[in-house]
T-cell receptor, first 115, second 115 residues
């Protein structure tokens, strides 16, 4: 069964450093999402992406964040200058174009620790 | 904006028993989708069950079923014959019908299945 993959599984970085989180969505999916979950809290939407453009972004997704689909398979989330409060689990999700529920399939997550 | 409320932070159930997790939501939309996601200790987000708001029939998936009360904006999850592997965080989520619509999650209910 196809699945969303994410790398790395755990990233430790120092405050102020740039990080790039990588995701490979399911191959025939065209809608991509990033969510984050601070430890012990709920999952929060960051951004959705379709046709090489951001479809929607939350207030969390400020100028420090950017997303890119650099090739036909990867979908990346970049945080330019990490802060301590960026420490969280980051989930990538994808959904397909076909009419229906546009169910979102989640990757296993990347745990980001900012020290 | 849509909101999702899960009023039970923690619940416990004995193996083989039945447990119901509560969820309420607020929206002005008439058509939308509702989901329950399971998050085991691995923190992977796993879709358990979904419900389309235009369908009056409650969704079922094996031991999992929902009680969808549209007028009351209530969407509870019933787990029958609970198993130790059901121990996890359970998140209720809402999504509009737009193709790239985000998921809005509740704060989660931590379910512990005991012997």
């Amino acid at each position: 069964e196809p699945e969303v993959t994410q790398t790395p599984s755990h990233q430790v970085t120092q405050m102020g450093q740039e990080v790039i989180l990588r995701c490979v969505p399911i191959s025939n999916h065209l809608y991509f999402y990033w969510y984050r979950q601070i430890l012990g809290q709920k999952v929060e939407f960051l951004v959705s992406f379709y046709n090489n453009e951001i479809s929607e972004k939350s207030e969390i997704f400020d100028d420090q964040f950017s997303v890119e689909r650099p090739d036909g398979s990867n979908f990346t989330l970049k945080i330019r200058s990490t802060k301590l409060e960026d420490s969280a689990m980051y989930f990538c999700a994808s959904s397909e174009l076909l009419a229906g529920t546009y169910e979102q399939y989640f990757g296993p997550g990347t745990r980001l620790t900012v020290t | 904006a849509q909101t999702v409320t899960q009023s039970q932070p923690e619940m416990s159930v004995q193996e083989a028993e039945t447990v119901t997790l509560s969820c309420t939501y607020d929206t002005s939309e008439s058509n939308y989708y509702l989901f329950w996601y399971k998050q085991p200790p691995s923190r992977q987000m796993i879709l358990v069950i979904r419900q389309e708001a235009y369908k009056q029939q409650n969704a079922t998936e094996n031991r999992f079923s929902v009680n969808f009360q549209k007028a009351a904006k209530s969407f509870s999850l019933k787990i029958s014959d609970s198993q130790l592997g059901d121990t996890a965080m359970y998140f209720c989520a809402f999504r509009n019908t737009g193709t790239a619509s985000k998921l809005t999650f509740g704060t989660g209910t931590r379910l512990q299945v005991t012997l």
